[in-house]
């Protein structure tokens, strides 16, 4: 016993006494080279009701005792090795430590520089248990043996720097509710990648061997982990690893991570950080229990670290309630701060990061693997800087988002997709989503609601390059695997986008929404539903609900139910695709609804649609009771049902737009059908004329030439029963040459009267060209006015049906067209006819002056006419044409440049009226006969005609049908009925007789019953050139081609 006093030991031996071996109280000690052993617990009996025990320490030292114990043999004792409590800092080194119960013991001590090699084993705790209080700034000696800590507490104000290398394995459980490890200062852990701190469980004998006596297994939970208090601050761990933390203790406040948000003041967590700060750099959290960091109302920069195998647990604070914790990577709540770079975060029982109203954080070269979820944030955004995170292995690949938009925001582009649990934008801000962006909101609705909320305004930022995605967590075509295993996207995998009646001026610019329709209710009754006027649910993509939106080349595809739902509100719709939506059926027992699969869907509403394509849907485009609809220079094919339909009795402005056919929409053509659900046609409610194409199917059936027009029949003198088209041609000068004649003809069509050399309506034997469309086809326009079309496939021109020939583009930018008799027509790179040559190389040349007029058309021999533009009325109109010899015809034009005189080559002069639509009236020759008079409906079709003597012809159009029915000056009725393609299916005379026909695909008649029933039939090779003809009688009759 060592009293106040001094005393130096060396190369002795202390041993089997009863109580310490030595005992220092308030002095000091040297001792070395000695054997301390076998020192056994005893008692003593001061009074016959009093027993004081004494405890068998090695050593044992107290009240500021000083101690330097070196290369002592210290074992076999009943209690610890050496016990100091309140005493100075200790030298400890070279000593070895065997089979005490402990080895040792520092209670608010620590050891001195110099310490080390220490041995222990045998003992109970083969290690440096520690208790302590840091009351001034203080580093840990490094101890090559670990530091099994009981109690840490670093005072506000202090801090405590651990030496790289040290090892701390905390003592199991808490110390009386208390975390064992407590940092009301700061803590600076100075780990290196070679030498790393490592902070494990008692159990864990990987790591500083054996410390507890008999071997056992380390588990989730095993010790607290550390404690940041709100006094904390300035906290760094670099190089540090945290194992097996997570067990139970206090918290002065409820944590938010508990699954229940009661009053329960307690947590589960490897590092909590509690109103304070920390920053740990690369370092590892593993295998833990609760969140491997927990941040409440702190800050915490993570960087270059591992988080990994978290696992859930729970708390029975009493024997009727359990609390659950989750096993977060990371959970951060309550306007917490973070910043996470580079790390890896993964195998975690539930998400890799959990933030909960924490500040917007900063998420960036991140790799998530095996976690439950990635990350899901509430009420959190990324901070500008984001991005290059990577998933892989997770339930979700992505950020699960869930958020109420309060102020405006600038949404921070993620590489990760986002699955949007939920998303509201409250009235009056705006969020703002970059470009590229991928969204996949989760299935279904949440609570009847629809998981994107609009009641402020979006303002999507797409680009062409890099659109917005809004998709179903089960397409892995955008944004990768985002949902487990490989899956199969659905119409309805979530709900869509609501735009309340408080949004206002939100602009979708190149957004993609794809699979969207899930149900979600509605504040009001749904028109959009089959059946039952007290649905309040919809499935729609967008729904637009009395408010507005600008939508701007956006993809919206594969949904069900409507693509845009438009309900009182207003949709300006351009240059989008809506394609592939769905019929959904939606039951709620014990009915079933169904919303069809309508492109645009509007009710009560203004929509704009213009530029856009909208296919494959069972209805396009539904209107019912517009306020203003607006439908222009869209794409509207392929749709099941009707490409438009509408139950309304204000107009709808439909011209413009394509129908998938030349021909246009049905019932007027093959394109897609239009209708009013009411029974109004094209005519009166829906206007389509003029479709986009309907100059190109016009031209197919115009002049006397055209694969159309051989298969059309002509009334009167003559007209087109097909069209009603007038056509009349005449030749002023015609010289034969060796070839094609060297003419002059003028042809007008009434259908067409576009202006032309010889005014509105007219064309003449030379005015030959071609154009070139958007979609890669070409045109080609003959001199009769009727054109004939091809189509691009990519490396060549293909007709349509009936059109043969081949047609080839030069490397000039020059066409050549060859026809089936080997005539060739060469068009220059300004699209000109330049030169017709026979199949004799027979040459006949056109030329132009800089204006691009027509000068010149020289036969092979030589002879020319000649083409002159002096009329007053346009410098572009042909005022005389004259051949070799001084022959002449001249042209006079009305100051509306119609063509009003024609005076031939002996001054004879033809005279002709028009009306204000240009089409041709009257012809009177200089006899002063009016050979020919017509009157025409609004669409130029030729429904009356009288000849020179008051003959009158009728013309009466069943569009609908696709019938005219002729009567003559004798009152007799023909009736012709045509298809769609305007090709003569059947003739009925006035006796009511009829012949009928039949084509094949390429446009070729095929068959044809005579008024008495007997059937005569055709077959034709690719080039439409007739190989066999079976008569009526059964003679076959072949034909071969070279």
């Given amino acids: 016993y060592v009293d106040e006093s001094d005393v130096t030991i060396r190369n002795s031996n202390i041993m089997s006494g009863t109580g310490p071996g030595l005992n220092v109280y308030q002095g000091a000690a040297v001792v070395e080279g000695s054997t301390i052993s076998g020192m056994g617990s005893g008692q003593y009996n001061p009074t016959t009701t009093s027993t004081v025990n004494y405890r068998g320490y090695g050593v044992y030292g107290s009240n500021h005792t000083a101690l330097d114990l070196r290369n002592n043999l210290i074992s076999y004792n009943d209690e610890r090795g050496v016990f100091l409590i309140g005493t100075n800092r200790i030298m400890l080194a070279g000593n070895n430590f065997v089979s005490n119960l402990d080895a040792v013991y520092l209670h608010g001590i620590q050891l001195l520089p110099g310490s080390g090699e220490n041995q222990a084993s045998g003992n109970r705790v083969n290690a440096i248990r520690i208790h302590d209080h840091i009351h001034v700034d203080e580093a840990i000696v490094y101890s090559n043996l670990p530091y099994v800590i009981d109690y840490l507490r670093v005072e506000a104000g202090r801090t405590l720097t651990i030496p790289a290398g040290q090892i701390f394995k905390p003592f199991n459980g808490n110390l009386t509710g208390l975390p064992r490890i407590n940092i009301l200062g700061t803590l600076v852990v100075q780990g290196t990648a070679d030498e790393p701190v490592i902070f494990t469980s008692v159990y864990d004998d990987s790591i500083g061997g054996e410390t507890y006596r008999t071997p056992t297994l380390p588990s989730p939970g095993d010790w607290t982990g550390f404690y940041f208090a709100p006094t904390s601050s300035g906290n760094a761990l670099e190089h540090v690893e945290i194992r097996y933390a997570g067990a139970v203790y206090d918290l002065p406040h409820p944590d938010p991570a508990i699954t229940t948000l009661a009053n329960f003041p307690f947590t589960l967590s490897s590092v909590y950080v509690d109103e304070s700060d920390v920053t740990i750099r690369n370092s590892n959290i593993m295998s833990g229990t609760g969140p491997g960091l927990n941040v409440y109302q702190g800050a915490a920069v993570i960087e270059g670290s591992t988080i990994a195998d978290m696992n859930a647990g729970q708390h029975q604070p009493t024997t009727t309630s359990t609390f659950r914790y989750y096993g977060h990577g990371i959970y951060g709540s309550n306007f ?512 132009y002056d800089p204006q691009g007029r027509l000068t010149n058309v020289t036969e092979p021999a030589g002879r020319a006419l000649t083409l002159s533009y002096a009329s007053p009325i346009s410098p572009t109109l042909i005022s005389q044409v004259a051949d070799h010899s001084g022959r002449a015809v001249s042209f006079t034009y009305d100051s509306a440049a119609n063509l009003v005189k024609v005076t031939d080559v002996i001054g004879q002069e033809l005279t002709i009226t028009y009306d204000a639509n240009h089409r041709l009236l009257t012809q009177t020759d200089a006899n002063n006969h009016t050979f020919n008079t017509n009157v025409y409906d609004e669409r130029g079709r030729v429904v009356e005609q009288f000849d020179a003597d008051g003959n009158r012809w009728t013309f009466n159009y069943d569009v609908i049908n696709n019938i005219t029915v002729v009567t003559d000056p004798l009152g007799r009725s023909t009736t012709y009925d045509y298809d769609n393609e305007l090709r003569l299916t059947a003739e009925i005379d006035a006796l009511n007789k009829k012949m009928r026909y039949t084509y094949d695909a390429n446009g070729n008649r095929i068959e044809v019953v005579d008024k008495r029933g007997y059937a005569s039939s055709m077959s034709y090779d690719l080039r439409g050139n007739m190989l066999v003809m079976t008569d009526t009688l059964g003679y076959v009759s072949t034909h071969s081609y070279d």
Wanted: with cysteine; charged share 15%; net charge negative.
């Fill in 336 to 847: 917490t701060a973070l910043d996470l770079r580079n790390n890896f975060i993964s195998h975690n029982n539930d998400r890799g990061v959990f933030l909960f109203g924490t500040k917007d954080i900063m998420l960036a070269d991140n790799n998530f693997v095996s976690n439950f979820d990635a990350v899901r944030m509430q009420g959190v955004q990324l901070l500008p800087g984001s991005g290059n995170n990577q998933a892989s292995g997770n339930r979700f690949n992505a950020i699960l988002l869930y958020d109420h938009v309060h102020t405006n925001k600038t949404l921070v582009y993620s590489n990760l997709p986002y699955v949007v649990e939920y998303l509201r934008v409250e009235a009056g801000q705006t969020l703002t989503i970059p470009a590229g962006q991928v969204f996949k909101p989760a299935s279904g609705n949440l609570t009847n609601l629809p998981r994107i909320n609009i009641l402020g305004a979006i303002a999507v930022q797409g680009t062409a390059e890099q659109p917005v995605v809004f998709t179903s967590i089960h397409d892995d075509t955008a944004g990768g695997n985002t949902y487990g295993p490989a899956t199969q996207p659905a119409p309805g995998d979530w709900t869509g986008i609501y735009f309340a009646p408080t949004s206002s001026g939100s602009i979708l610019e190149h957004m993609e929404v794809r699979y969207a329709g899930a149900k979600y209710d509605l504040p009001h009754n749904d028109p959009a539903v089959t059946n039952g006027s007290t649905t309040q649910f919809t499935a729609s993509s967008i729904y637009v609900d009395e408010s507005d939106i600008t939508v701007h080349h956006n993809v919206i595809s594969a949904g069900a139910g409507s693509g845009i739902n438009v309900y009182g509100g207003r949709a300006d719709v351009v240059g989008s695709i809506i394609s592939s939506m769905q019929t959904a059926a939606i039951t709620i027992a014990p009915s079933t609804y169904n919303y069809t699969g309508f492109g645009i869907f509007s009710v009560n509403a203004n929509i704009n649609l213009v530029g856009n394509e909208i296919t494959k849907n069972v209805f396009g485009i539904y209107v019912r009771t517009p306020t203003t609809t607006y439908i222009r220079s869209n794409s509207i094919i392929g749709n099941s049902n009707y490409g438009l339909a509408a139950n309304a009795s204000q107009p709808i402005d439909a011209r413009e737009n394509w129908w998938g056919s030349d021909s246009g929409p049905r019932p007027h053509g093959t394109g897609d059908r239009v209708n009013n659900v009411a029974g109004c046609f094209a005519d009166c409610n829906i206007r389509v004329y003029n479709w986009l194409g309907q100059d190109t199917f016009v031209r197919q059936s115009l002049g006397d030439s055209g694969p159309a027009v051989v298969y059309q029949a002509k009334a009167g003198d003559p007209v087109n029963t097909a069209n009603g088209n007038y056509y009349y041609s005449y030749t002023d000068l015609l010289i034969q040459t060796r070839s094609f004649p060297l003419g002059f003809a003028r042809t007008y069509n009434s259908l067409l009267p576009q202006e032309g050399p010889l005014g509105w309506g007219w064309t003449h034997s030379w005015h030959s060209y071609l154009t070139e469309n958007l979609d890669s086809s070409v045109m080609v326009v003959f001199g009769d006015g009727h054109g004939e079309k091809w189509f691009s496939d990519g490396a060549a021109f293909v007709g349509a049906p009936g059109v043969y020939g081949q047609l080839v583009k030069n490397g000039d930018g020059s066409y050549d067209l060859t026809q089936k008799n080997q005539t060739r027509y060469h068009f220059d790179n300004n699209l000109r006819l330049a030169y017709v040559e026979d199949k004799n190389n027979n040459r006949t040349t056109l030329a």
